[in-house]
């Protein structure tokens, strides 16, 4: 087995990506332009089939440049693009023309989507045929990981593994056997300077708050917090804080705002929502630098750490995740101590647990703002030494077992969850 601190390490490094909008878009858009690298000729169509949680994901949030939604768009801009190279970036790289030809394509009819029978959360395939051969891309299990590129039918690439996923983890790998306090131990020896993705999260943070609080982006929650408390509506306190500079960052990125973020796990939102309420916290009390890298440390690592036993994507919102995270965070802030960290996890589980996921869309900012003031309450009576105790709920001894108990339920409930969900969001584009 590997020194722990290697393991961590890799987890961590692993499990932070680039990325500029939501990322279910951006890897529909990543496996299009893989598939264009191997394609030739002049196009006939391109057809998308996605799992349900990829389809639920990509429906109705904004991709940047063209500020449309759909995983047609998606798909048809990877495609002009064409630049497989820049991952989950991919499309910073739109331009005016690109983004023309990607319309055209879609107006055309040349782009065709349909649902995946699988059990695979993550799972996308993109076909391209033009009038001189065929490309097959297959991304599953990871949003970067290509399990499968096929040429008219000859098996090019099949069943390698990104870092994220051989580093992924189950139950009996070795990843899950990182401790909290592996995790703790981590964050608090290591030369986090040397990891510069944390230094990116934190910068990238701040600058995608700042746009949405100055811009009108989706619903406006941050910025309209923020005219509440200059007007006197609401109180100006440490979590109304950290909600708003959160929430800011998640209205500007769920409307297709061209910034890159740290994505956390596959998530960009989750990459905001672990590290920015660190941030506005980090700006109130007035903490070292170096602390607040630690802090934001400690929550990627927590929120990766979650999401081992949630999965990937599921029917519950991964800001319960982040906001754990960053509960986690506030701590290590506001010098709590490894027992302030199992308290703050055993509140934030036994609060926001059963919040569901419904899909990306603008209103993801309301519950990153729900989930944000949450997990600085919980950090705090976590420092006070107050916590939900092993008699209520699924809570349970250990802040590691009743993690356990919420991947359980989150799995469990999952594949009944998503189907209702799903059914429930394609019926409304039914109607009329």
Do not use: W
């Not at 798909?75 to 064409?82: D, Q, S």
């Not at 820049?86 to 790289?93: D, I, M, Q, V």
């Amino acid at each position: 087995m590997k020194d722990i601190n290697i393991l961590v390490k890799d987890l961590l490094c692993n499990n932070l990506t680039r990325a500029v909008g939501c990322t279910e878009p951006a890897a529909i858009g990543y496996a299009a332009a893989c598939a264009r690298k191997y394609s030739k000729g002049e196009l006939k169509s391109i057809e998308v089939l996605v799992s349900a949680n990829i389809l639920k994901n990509a429906m109705a949030v904004q991709i940047p440049q063209i500020r449309l939604a759909g995983i047609n768009y998606a798909a048809a801009l990877g495609f002009v693009i064409g630049n497989p190279g820049s991952k989950l970036a991919l499309f910073s790289e739109a331009t005016e023309e690109t983004v023309k030809k990607a319309g055209e394509l879609v107006q055309a009819g040349k782009i065709g989507v349909n649902l995946k029978n699988t059990d695979k959360p993550v799972y996308i395939e993109i076909t391209v045929k033009t009038d001189e051969n065929s490309a097959r891309v297959v991304i599953e299990d990871g949003h970067t990981n290509i399990g499968l590129i096929e040429v008219d039918g000859r098996v090019i690439s099949k069943g390698e593994k990104t870092p994220e996923l051989k580093n992924a983890g189950t139950d009996e790998d070795e990843q899950c056997e990182i401790t909290i306090k592996d995790i703790y131990r981590f964050v608090n020896e290591y030369p986090l300077h040397e990891i510069e993705l944390l230094d990116e999260s934190i910068r990238t943070c701040r600058e995608i708050s700042r746009a949405g609080i100055e811009n009108q982006y989706g619903l406006e929650v941050g910025r309209l917090m923020n005219e509440y408390i200059r007007k006197g509506i609401i109180k100006d306190d440490l979590a109304t804080y950290a909600a708003i500079l959160t929430a800011a960052a998640c209205d500007a990125r769920m409307a297709g705002i061209n910034m890159p973020v740290i994505a956390n796990s596959g998530s960009g939102n989750q990459g905001i929502s672990a590290a920015m309420p660190l941030i506005a916290v980090s700006e109130r009390i007035m903490v070292p630098y170096d602390k607040l890298r630690k802090a934001v440390a400690m929550s990627h690592l927590m929120t990766m750490y979650i999401k081992k036993f949630t999965g990937p994507l599921s029917s519950v919102c991964g800001a319960v995740a982040s906001a754990t995270g960053a509960g986690c965070g506030i701590v290590i802030l506001m010098d709590g101590g490894l027992s302030g960290i199992y308290y703050a996890i055993q509140n934030v589980m036994g609060n926001l647990t059963g919040m569901i996921c419904d899909g990306a869309k603008a209103s993801c900012a309301l519950k990153v703002y729900t989930c944000t003031n949450a997990a600085v309450q919980a950090a705090l009576m976590a420092i006070d030494g107050k916590y939900v105790k092993e008699t209520d709920g699924f809570i349970e001894t250990s802040a590691e077992k009743t993690i356990r108990n919420y991947g359980f339920f989150a799995k469990s409930c999952s594949p009944c969850n998503d189907k209702v969900i799903l059914d429930l969001m394609i019926s409304k584009l039914k109607v009329g």
